[in-house]
């Protein structure tokens, strides 16, 4: 992604879990645009994405999914939530290990129907396999029906 973004010219940033930016990789990691989360206490995380995007700062937002590397059940609903809140739009991307291709899917505006929005996700990736093909987690959030 940072290869794509460089060469389109795009500001990016993305999340990775902290341990990723300790010691010497910290000052690297953020000068490649990542923001560091603490995934045992990520509070404040989306609110302050958002406040981002509403001040007008413009980036591009890379968010990977929970689960790609090791079993999960659901998706982390960050992702939705910021799009959500700030009204912006999810562009679905990959990397198959299957075909070992990478790219860029749809761009998709979010409806509110929460249900309907990860129909459409989930048929994306529906022949999608990332680098633990056996550890490939549905996308699906924890409560579709009752999602905040």
Known sequence: MLGIAWKLGLRILWLGK????RGWRGP???ALGGIPVDRESPGGLVDNLVS???????FGLVITPDGTRGPHEYWKSGFYRIA????????LGYVDRDTMTTGLGPTIPLTG???????RIREFYRDKS??????????RLRDENGFR
Do not use: K, W
């Not at 981002?52 to 413009?58: A, K, L, M, T």
């Not at 129907?113 to 129909?119: A, H, I, K, N, R």
């Open 84 to 91: 959500r809140e700030t009204g912006l739009p999810l562009t």
């Open 18 to 21: 902290d341990s990723l930016f």
């Open 130 to 139: 990332g680098f633990t093909p056996e550890a490939r987690v549905e996308p």
């Open 28 to 30: 690297v990691m953020r």
């Open 113 to 119: 129907d929460v249900g309907s929005d990860m129909d």
């Open 52 to 58: 981002r995007v509403r001040s007008g700062e413009v």
